[in-house]
């Protein structure tokens, strides 16, 4: 199948995925807070295709991170099916869905950072390389936390499923740090495959 009409039949997968999500959520203003990232990127995923496709390993990743917003919107991250059985098997006093965003958060922009540094010669020393992939990740990160406390702020109590902090006091600093191995996950265990397609990516390649 021609790369452009998998990405596109990826696409609308994303799209109806989006729709069933929003469907019913548990908190409808919650719902539409946590999927904005996937409203935004999908038309510069687009946008930007022509010019600087990306390779299929980081769509893909892009995808799965979708689906994981996408989930976490619909029940809220508190209340993740998901979450709540990996807490009765591990044992653990809270559910831990959100957590799972958050390693996401660090794995799959960790990714997107070293395609576009690497591609546009921004930097080329392995070592800093991947020490600014990790800085990246983290002001990421810390900007996504200011982001939080902002909508705290402005919506008051409502903010409480947003946030998912489930009366954890460390939420904040836990969320940065599993970015944070997020980050370095991915690139210990995927820049070697993630080389390799970036050396068969034609820049204008839609077949």
Known sequence: MPRTTTLTVT?????ALLALSGFNPHDRATWFLEVLPVMIALPILWAT???????????????????VLMVGGTYTYAQVPLGFQLQDFFGLSRNPYDKIGHFFQGFVPAMVAREILLRGAFVRGGKMLAFIIVCIVLAISAMYELIEWWVALAIGQGADQFLGTQGDPWDTQSDMFLALIGAVTALLVLSRAHDRQMRQLKPRAAA
């Open 11 to 15: 696409s609308l997968t994303l799209i």
């Open 49 to 67: 295709y022509g010019r600087f496709p990306l390779t299929n390993l980081l769509y893909a990743l892009i995808f799965a991170h979708s689906v």
